[in-house]
């Protein structure tokens, strides 16, 4: 029987000091009953919780693990930054040689810049955008996340009306709505912000329509404007370059984070010699942006994604998990709908409204080893192997057998229900 | 004779990749020419450039270094905890230990929330402060440097007005200054900030009066605001506790970074009861909040601040350092005015309104292996010995032998002298 006391007790202890018990995207506030919310070890493919139970990680650090926990070639270069420099009163020479293996990797990318959070990376575009004509309108899509800063994050505490005073909302994918707000912004257009596809939680991902990024960058270059593509979720995991190079688009900002160091701390925004002079002009810096430990990761990461196939077989590895997962269900009766990049996967049930088959499939995954997400797109990395997969789906065999078994008597999350009879978080920005 | 060329070399690539060759206050763009820029070892109280010169390091990362670069005990604690679990999936049980560290240790905290820059903390705090009661006004210290996000950056480069629409400046110290800034706020007053002293930029530093600090936490109680230290730069360089325990104030939030892991990532939020409930409501995250090893790191730097006497003995290194420097100059008749925490000294010249005779002096050290600032508050880190004094004082009086002897030949920086032209950043703000 799968313990959780130590969990439980930790939780009880984290009440006590941390509000609300735990705080961001790796709270497990809106997970099914039973996630454990701490985990004391993670290798390779396979994250630990604090009662000692192991399970198949499909979450990946939320995206971090590309290549695999404690990956060996990526600790040996940590260990080795470690022994002679990492935050210190100026960079090391790391610095110039990963911007150049950027620069090198990614085909608009003509200089990068270096920092901590998605959300850095993310402002700093922004702000670049806003300081290249003067201009201050920035068009992102509604419900897209680029961050948890007063301007992006996607809940209301704490944010004023005055923080996404020229920001101008469009649905994603519609070529004909971002026309519109380009209008509306009018000789004011600063930017347009891109993620690769569309991948907000509690949805389908919709991959880009080729002629709506077109069109973005048409707009953006009519009005010398920039456009930025936020690569910080799904960055590696679609192309060794910027993912809109598989849909033949270049912008001219992207933002990157999570899986540059394979966990280690950082994040970048690269940009081209049209957005250098306004990247040069703002004023943007943090404690640690300069340490040479995460870079000397990133620059293994970076190497080992240039040298190997990890692309072509996280690939492989999702398609795995995506066949054999819908086919399983229709099994059992469940239709499943598997969307966004195969390495990217997002899966929802049909008939399933208020997420309670979901939730409750996740729980009966989770019993049996297997660490999936309800509500949020999972990950690939490069560690799975075929075995994991085959390991996985007889987890997902049985966890679908239980949800068969119990349907009539599945309830819904409490929360969910809750959430859904406020009003969507988005409707602040407008 | 001391060689630069490598780090001329790196410069040259620099160049190429990175937006104006350096960004951040880790650029050397404001330090005297020949400073180098880029750092390949660091040890101690010593870090080394890409040359092979070596230097006493008074800088100390900008803060981090707070008990020596690769402190044996915290290396030992980071290596082990990087064989276990780092960025994951969920925090580990390191961030319920750590958090009830800081409780115990901080006076008025009843919980933490962690980050990485220390402009997250601050922000958490300005999103809490209007969180709290729904009202929007922050009052801030004109010219404090509270990080370099849109509403804090001290440049203007991609900052709108309505970023900092609901801020309202004062001058530091001045009681009257900031009750008329409470009047101005009307009813709609969130928090006030407040640095522990004056450490702004090419200005002597000015600790806290007792009045004002009071006058604070008075008007923050009388109209239900938060009080909001920020402790990134000055934390556990004035007490093991927040800054202002010093002088009897205690905030409502307090925010932390730099030295809390000495040089691993990681900042802090702390706060009371009062401000729980308004820390639980906004939603603020970061793909790298909640990894392991820097929390290792932070633990195990908490200890050592608990249980040794580092505070004490950088209070005395701190203490050798600016008698010794002040003596030395009148010897050489130069006026120095050392001002602030003996562990954060400035150090400026009499009758030196364009910086020059500092800007030579510190060049002077430089070529000596004494690495100083002369714009920017240094840093004492327990690591250095009355032996280190003693070597930097050998140093610092060649150096002031030098520029006595030049004195009629030295040149003010042409930088300096072109951003004197400039109107001040902060007006901007205003």
Redesign the interface.
């Known amino acids: 029987m799968r313990s959780n006391a130590k969990d439980r007790a ?1 939780r009880e ?2 009440a ?5 018990g ?5 709270s ?1 506030i809106l997970m099914p009953e039973g996630f ?7 290798e390779g493919t396979r ?1 630990s ?2 009662d000692g139970n192991t399970y198949i ?1 499909f ?7 590309l290549l695999g ?2 990956h060996p070639e990526i ?1 040996t270069a ?2 080795r930054q ?12 790391l ?2 040689d990963l ?2 293996a ?2 090198d990797m990614i085909s608009h990318a ?4 270096f920092c ?5 990376a993310t ?1 700093m575009a ?6 290249h004509r003067d201009k ?1 309108k920035v068009l992102v899509a509604t419900n897209a996340y680029h961050g ?4 992006s ?3 209301p ?4 009306a ?2 996404r ?2 920001l101008i909302y469009f649905d994603y994918n519609d070529p004909q709505a971002l026309t519109d707000a380009v209008k509306q912004a009018g000789n004011d257009l600063a930017g347009i912000f891109a993620t690769p596809f569309r991948h907000d939680t509690f949805t389908d991902q919709t991959l880009p329509d080729a002629e709506y990024a077109h069109t973005a960058r048409r707009l953006a270059d009519e009005h010398d404007a920039l456009l930025v593509v936020d690569d ?1 979720r799904a960055g590696f995991r679609m192309a060794r370059d910027c993912s809109w190079e598989t849909i033949g688009v270049r912008p001219d900002l992207s933002a990157w ?2 899986v540059l160091g394979n ?3 950082i ?1 970048a925004l690269l ?1 081209n010699n049209r957005a ?16 040479a430990v ?1 870079m000397a990761a990133a620059l293994e990461t970076v190497r080992i994604i240039r040298e190997t196939d990890y692309l072509d077989h996280i690939q492989k590895i999702g398609a795995l998990f995506r066949n054999g997962l819908v086919e399983q269900a229709k099994g059992f009766g469940f239709d499943l709908r598997h969307t966004g990049p195969e390495t990217l996967p997002m899966v929802l049930f049909d008939d399933d409204p208020d997420f309670r088959l979901g939730y409750a499939f996740c729980a009966a995954a989770l019993k049996r080893g297997v ?1 999936l997400s309800p509500y949020h797109n999972m990950f690939i990395n490069a560690a799975m192997t075929e075995a994991d997969i085959a390991e996985t789906l007889e987890a997902t065999g049985a966890a679908f057998e239980e949800i068969k078994q119990n349907r009539d008597s599945i309830q819904p999350s409490q929360l969910l229900m809750a959430m859904a009879e406020q009003k969507r978080p988005t409707t602040m920005r407008q």
């Open positions: 930790l202890r984290a006590q000091v941390i509000p609300g735990m705080y961001g995207h790796q497990t454990p919310q701490f985990f004391t070890q993670a994250i919780d604090a990680d979450m990946c650090a939320f995206g971090p693990n926990y404690q600790m940590i260990q470690q022994t002679q420099i990492d935050t210190s009163t100026g960079p090391s020479p610095i110039v911007a150049e950027m620069v003509d200089w990068a810049m901590k959070n998605g959300s850095d402002t922004l702000m670049i955008s806003r300081a201050r948890s800063l007063p301007w994050t996607p809940r505490g704490g944010v004023l005055e923080d005073a020229h910080v984070g999570k966990g280690q701390p994040s940009g250098r002079e306004a990247a040069s002009r703002i004023f943007v810096t943090g404690s640690y942006w300069f340490s995460p660490y």
